[in-house]
């Protein structure tokens, strides 16, 4: 099985590259051009943070024994009596660590003081994060959510995405609005970017779910290794696919048009979607279920305007609706000939297997809404967590990092540096003069 | 007549602008502008490297408007732009001699 040793080498740096640099590039697109450096900043510190905390006590919360929320948190204290032959499989999950810490960061633009993201991420993931991938991925026997409940996630809808997307509701609630919003939309500054972190995105995703097959069940021969990684690999595909054109369809139905941001949102919605049920789906299964999540979540992304709930970069829109309807439909759509061995309701399953998920979801949802909450609150009323409303106003890069991230008129006194005419200057406009 | 100049917060302009629409602006000439008054500007740092930015970014608005209208105007330019802090900006007024619109000929009050 040498050439899955090396497939699992490469899968591990996709996984990486998903953090650094595709979502930091796919958000920071989304933001607008006085805080895309924040942005980009709060993943690659999560990176540093996460990855030193990950080798400290992540892998022995998650992995170092047996337990209902997780396992012994110093019995591999600093990989101590972990062997190198381990250290992939060790990499590989800190990178799950990492981008789960970096996903929430879509929810706080503009305006979350970076001491606090700092204080924030290693906090959350030691409580809440490694704890749940021990429940999700370790999978003992007392684990609570793949042992005890039972529910079926391949690659993680549970223990990341609805995990962060959960998290990120909470910290977008106790942040409060940007100044402005929703009055002013604050479009985007550069989808240029973000339409290339979303397809590098895509691209390191199939290190996440096809490499996920490590810590599915021991070992493997070659034929089972070949068709496990064919089902996940195409599923992975054929969802995401599906999915873009389930978003761009809604669009058009609700707003008339199609657009490259929908595009790339629909990528990502199919992708967090189909994370969980890679391993249990036919390739039909596979199409239903990111064509039905690129729809929901297209949908979805317009509740924060009702609810008046600043989700700058639409995490729970995308994130948490995207994995609880992977998670829930595959209780629908699994096969036994999948890698969970479970007939879901379409197949003849009974309503057991979705009962499980829907358990599953609960139990995320409920862990990751409650300390995330306590987290959140700990910090508020201690280092605070918003900067200032001039700060904010006047850019949280240079508030925060002392840069900004473009210069494209030096030398020019003036080149329209506000941005804030951009909205108001149509060559159609019609005045009466 | 007279020539209102107002240079205020960017993030201010939406504010004022709709303020200004309901009093019954109909038109405006609004610009992107830099300068700096008491606020001075701020220092940037790259690879250890001090830059000083002395410029600090502003919108630039510009109405003529009727003597009778002047207080009123000023008065919400000012009531809707402050924020008490620091780089709030400043309005001024100036006299206008005459006002032409281009595509009729109309003159001063007739051309506002």
């Known amino acids: 099985m040498t050439g899955y040793y090396a497939f699992m080498l490469i899968a591990t740096a996709l996984v990486l590259m998903m953090t650094v640099p595709a979502l930091a590039l796919f958000y920071g697109g989304m933001s607008r051009s006085k805080s895309v450096l924040n942005m980009i900043m709060m993943s690659f510190i999560s990176a540093a943070i996460v990855g030193i905390l990950y080798v400290a006590v992540g892998w022995s919360m998650g992995f170092g024994g047996d337990g209902t929320f997780f396992a012994k948190p110093f019995e591999l204290f600093w990989l101590d009596g972990v062997t190198t032959d381990t250290y992939i499989g060790v990499m590989f999950q800190m990178t799950f660590a990492i981008i789960t810490a970096a996903l929430i960061s ?9 001491s606090a993201w700092m204080l924030f991420v290693p906090i959350w993931s030691i409580i809440v994060y490694f704890p749940m991938a021990h429940m999700v ?50 479009r985007p500054h550069n989808l240029t970017l973000t339409m290339l972190g979303a397809g590098m995105l895509w691209l390191g995703w199939y290190g996440f779910n096809v490499g996920s097959i490590v810590f599915a069940d021991g070992v493997y021969s070659d034929e089972q290794f070949l068709s496990e990684t064919g089902r996940t690999f195409a599923n992975t595909t054929l969802a995401t696919m599906a999915a873009i054109l389930g ?58 305007f009702k609810f008046g709930l600043d989700d700058s970069l639409d995490v729970v829109g995308v994130h948490l609706v995207g994995g609880i309807v992977g998670t829930v439909l595959i209780g629908v759509f699994s096969t036994s000939e999948g890698a969970g061995g479970i007939d879901g309701l379409l197949y003849g399953g009974g309503l057991g297997s979705l009962g499980d998920q829907v358990l599953g979801v609960l139990v995320a949802v409920t862990y990751s809404g409650v300390l995330t909450t306590v987290i959140a609150l700990a910090i508020k009323f201690t280092l605070g967590l918003r900067i200032d409303e001039d700060a904010e106003v006047g850019g949280i890069d240079l508030a925060e990092h002392g840069e900004s991230a473009y210069d494209l008129h030096s030398g020019s006194i003036s080149g329209g540096a506000t941005g804030v005419l951009a909205a108001h200057t149509s060559p159609l406009a019609k005045e009466e003069v | 007549m007279k020539l209102v100049t107002a240079v205020i917060k960017p993030h201010k302009w939406e504010d004022v602008r709709e303020a200004l629409e309901t009093f019954g602006v109909t038109g405006m000439t609004v610009s992107e502008v830099s300068g700096y008054g008491r606020q001075k500007g701020h220092t940037e740092v790259y690879r250890g490297a001090e830059y000083d930015i002395a410029l600090v970014p502003k919108i630039r608005i510009e109405i003529v408007v009727d003597d009778n209208d002047t207080d009123d105007v000023v008065g919400i330019v000012v009531k809707t732009a402050q924020t008490g802090r620091i780089g709030d900006g400043k309005v001024w007024v100036s006299p206008v001699d005459t006002v032409i619109r281009v595509r009729t000929g109309d003159k001063d009050e007739a051309a506002l």
């Not at chain 1, 370790?138 to 409940?149: F, H, K, P, Q």
């Not at chain 1, 995405?161 to 604050?186: C, S, T, Y």
């Not at chain 1, 049920?277 to 390739?283: H, L, Q, Y």
């Open chain 1, 137 to 186: 991925f370790s999978c003992t026997d007392d684990s609570l959510i793949c042992g005890r409940i039972g529910a079926q996630d391949y690659a993680g809808g549970t223990a990341v995405h609805i995990n962060a997307g959960v998290a990120a509701l909470v910290l977008a609630i106790f942040l409060g609005k940007r100044v402005g919003w929703p009055r002013d939309k604050m």
């Open chain 1, 247 to 304: 978003w761009l369809l809604v669009e058009r139905l609700l707003h008339g048009k199609v657009t490259s941001l929908g595009a790339a949102s629909g990528v990502v919605a199919g992708l967090v979607a189909i994370t969980p049920a890679c391993g249990a789906v036919d390739i039909e299964g596979a199409v239903a279920i990111g064509a039905i999540a690129g729809a929901v979540c297209a949908w979805a992304v317009g509740l924060k």
């Open chain 1, 106 to 114: 879509g929810a706080v633009a503009d305006r979350m003081k970076f």
